[in-house]
């Protein structure tokens, strides 16, 4: 039996739920402020129209959407959900629509969780307030913060609209409430050393975050990125590079960190770079070839602050 090398969502769902569970991503509708005006426009520069996300609504309602996804996958022997609202932004928004939003989950039993994807600055007592009554009804929650790079000179050239301290607030508002936080980050932003990225990962290990995501930057057509992109401003990174950045990251993490995510998952349509992102089972082996080969694992090089 290959050993495990990091603590994956798979095993964590497992034994949190005794069965396997499934995410069901939706798309609800919600907008960013970096999009709509408040505090910038267009949205991030490798973002495309579906905000890396579903592109799913309008043209499916939510109640479509979560019908759509627990007829397929229950067919397939799953029991047990997590409704994933993961395109935008998903608590900018006026709290009572939050709540009639997350409520579409209470007509479905077979639904236990819910997660979140949202921006450090899209965080506030009256959200926490929301997302605290539905983990008091029993759901397990968990909120996914999109922090991409520690940098605030990476932040500012990908008009991410915030700062890392904005994210630092953020955390320790959800972290003082009781909710776990899973960490977004990506390798192969415009500017960014591997020294860079990799301080990235070691902040967050230094936190102790409950979950991270780590992203390969692609770059879409008709975004921003793009048209940086084709005038030579930005490298894609390379799949060897790629991997050695996340099997060194997944050594700095504390065992007790999940992995939700190893790497992109981009549409099949529209990827001017890197292309072997499109071949998720080969970045999957490559990156486990990597940890096997440097004999990594998670929590090798992670050292607790004093």
């Known amino acids: 039996m290959q050993e495990i090398k990091y603590y994956s969502l798979n095993q964590f769902l497992r034994e949190k739920f005794g069965e396997k569970v499934k995410k069901l991503p939706l798309d609800a509708g919600f907008t960013c402020p970096n999009r709509d005006g408040n505090k910038g426009q267009g949205g991030c520069i490798y973002c495309d129209a579906k905000g890396s996300g579903t592109g799913l609504y309008p043209a499916m309602s939510l109640k479509e959407q979560i019908e759509f996804f627990l007829a397929h996958w229950t067919k397939r022997g799953y029991k047990k959900f997590i409704a994933y609202f993961q395109s935008f932004s998903n608590t900018y928004g006026e709290p009572d629509y939050l709540r009639r939003t997350y409520g579409t989950i209470l007509n479905y039993p077979e639904i236990v969780g819910l997660a979140i994807g949202t921006r450090p600055d899209c965080i506030n007592k009256e959200v926490i307030g929301i997302l605290k ?48 936080v899973v960490v977004h980050i990506i390798f192969g932003l415009p500017g960014e050393t591997k020294e860079m990225m990799l301080e990235t990962a070691k902040i967050l290990a230094s936190l102790r975050v409950d979950g991270v995501k780590f992203h390969a930057l692609y770059i879409l057509e008709g975004t921003p990125l793009a048209k940086l992109y084709k005038e030579g401003h930005v490298k894609e990174l390379s799949l060897e590079d790629y991997a050695e950045l996340v099997g060194e990251a997944i050594s700095f993490l504390p065992s007790t960190t999940v992995i939700h995510r190893l790497t992109s998952d981009p549409p099949k349509n529209g990827v001017l770079a890197p292309l072997w992102l499109l071949e998720k089972n080969k970045v999957l082996q490559k990156i486990n ?12 090089n992670y050292f607790p602050l004093t």
């Open 133 to 180: 009554d539905f983990q008091n009804l029993g759901f397990f929650i968990w909120i996914e913060l999109g922090l991409q790079s520690k940098h605030d000179t990476t932040l500012k050239a990908i008009n991410r609209g915030h700062s890392f301290e904005d994210f630092l607030y953020a955390y320790q508002q959800l972290k003082s409430a009781d909710l776990p």
């Open 289 to 300: 070839e990597t940890l096997r080969e440097k004999a990594l694992y998670q929590g090798k």
